[in-house]
């Protein structure tokens, strides 16, 4: 089983840019791909971006299209989350998440880092 630690969040102000890290340590051989959600308080989770290993594909929410570029490093261990134009509506707890071959879909979770965009 891998671990993934995002870190990054912060208080910023709106128009600001902020970049998240998600570093994945141990079993991540089983990782095919690799994401970021965020929920918002009182709101359901909501896919925010994703990017799949061995390739540049990636995809993204409709609310932060255009703003937000996910990318990962050489070593193939860290994936990024840069958010660009921030506004109060981005505010929430970002999770860090990974998908595996085992189990296809978004298994493994980190436990979350906080982004507050005030007005």
């Known amino acids: 089983q891998g671990q993934l630690l995002e870190s990054g969040g912060g208080l910023v102000q709106t128009g600001d840019s902020l970049r998240l890290s998600c570093a994945a340590s141990g079993r991540t051989a089983s990782f095919y791909a690799m994401g970021w959600f965020r929920q918002a308080q009182g709101k359901e989770r909501e896919f925010v971006a994703g990017?799949?290993?061995?390739?540049?594909?990636?995809r993204y929410g409709d609310s932060v299209q255009g703003r937000f570029s996910i990318s990962r490093n050489a070593a193939g261990n860290t994936v990024y989350l840069q958010m660009n134009n921030l506004n109060p509506e981005d505010t929430a707890v970002y999770y860090c998440?990974?998908?595996?071959?085992?189990?296809?879909?978004?298994?493994?979770w980190g436990q979350g880092t906080q982004v507050t965009v005030s007005s």
């Open positions: 998440a990974a998908k595996t071959v085992k189990s296809g879909d978004w298994s493994e």
């Open positions: 990017i799949v290993w061995g390739g540049s594909t990636a």
